[in-house]
């Protein structure tokens, strides 16, 4: 959006996703709780009594040249670890395996976690308990881990953990 005259907008608690504002005018807009997301482009704003997200405000007619831009909400990545099985277990061939996992995000849900052996998906599940069940076919071993996603974005990787498959 190229020289938007979005004065006095209500932006509150919007989260502006791949958008470019580029010239925009946000004088006395409120931008409270205002998140941002990947892909978005602010450039060439002209601030002035601009609610920022963090309820801070913007007035560049006191010539301080304070702007919102570093004050958006930026999404926190989910927190994920392994629960199950434990690291160096030792399996049967062909045995049903319970991996499980606990994800959480500080500032919202967690959308869903995938579950990988050597890097290959080999589940998801989207509602806690975070679990799937595995069934080997080879013998080998392997590296377990789980990604938790969160709905804006964020994406978080367990630490391994090693399963014998005999």
Same mark, same amino acid.
């Given at each position: 959006m &190229?020289?938007? =005259?979005?004065? !006095?907008?209500?932006?509150?608690?919007?989260?502006l996703w791949y958008v470019s504002l580029n010239n925009a005018d946000l004088h006395n807009a409120n931008l409270l709780g205002a998140r941002l997301r990947v892909g978005t482009n602010l450039s060439g704003i002209a601030w002035g009594n601009t609610t920022c997200s963090d309820s801070s405000n913007s007035d560049d007619n006191d010539g301080d040249n304070f702007t919102c831009e570093s004050n958006f909400i930026v999404n926190q990545p989910p927190t994920v670890s392994l629960t199950s099985p434990a690291n160096n277990a030792t399996v049967?061939?062909?045995?049903? /395996?319970?991996?499980?996992?606990?994800?959480? =995000?500080?500032? !919202?849900? /967690?959308? &869903?976690v995938e579950f990988f052996a050597n890097g290959v998906r080999i589940g998801s599940d989207s509602s806690v308990p975070y679990s799937i069940v595995w069934r080997s076919t080879i013998r080998g071993t392997f590296t377990i881990t789980a990604r938790a996603y969160d709905f804006d974005g964020g994406v978080t990787t367990s630490a391994p953990v090693t399963v014998r498959v005999k």
């Open positions: &190229r020289n938007s =005259d979005l004065r !006095g907008a209500d932006l509150s608690f919007t989260t049967s061939r062909g045995a049903n /395996v319970t991996i499980s996992a606990t994800a959480a =995000d500080p500032d !919202g849900p /967690v959308d &869903r």
